[in-house]
């Protein structure tokens, strides 16, 4: 079974940065989808960035500018670098990788991200 680890999350100042990271447990997984999404207290979860293993990207319209996802396919490994951090963009972040083989999608256990205005 293929585990997600997520790293990175952490408290920041408002206008501050982090780096999230999320590695697949298993060297011989292949994603075709891998994205981030968040959910805040009281809310839904939403998306907030994906990337395809050509490299195509989508953003949720409130971090476009200020969000960046990548993806190291040799590593099994998503990014998502955050700048001009909001209070905002406080949540619980989540990613997610969709099987090349099987379709399946598979959830990371989340971490949480707090900016402090």
């Known amino acids: 079974q293929v585990q997600l680890v997520e790293s990175g999350g952490g408290l920041v100042q408002a206008g501050g940065s982090l780096r999230l990271s999320c590695e697949a447990s298993?060297?011989?997984?292949?994603?075709?989808?891998m994205g981030w999404s968040r959910q805040a207290p009281g809310k839904q979860r939403d998306l907030v960035a994906g990337?395809?293993?050509?490299?195509?990207?989508n953003y949720a319209d409130s971090v476009k500018g200020r969000f960046t996802i990548s993806r190291d396919n040799a590593k099994n490994t998503v990014y998502l670098e955050m700048n001009s951090l909001k209070p905002e963009d406080t949540a619980v972040y989540y990613c997610?990788?969709?099987?090349?083989?099987?379709?399946?999608?598979?959830w990371g256990q989340g971490t949480q991200v707090t900016v402090s205005s």
């Open positions: 997610n990788m969709q099987s090349s083989r099987t379709l399946n999608f598979f």
């Open positions: 298993v060297s011989s997984f292949s994603a075709n989808y």
């Open positions: 990337i395809t293993i050509g490299g195509n990207t």
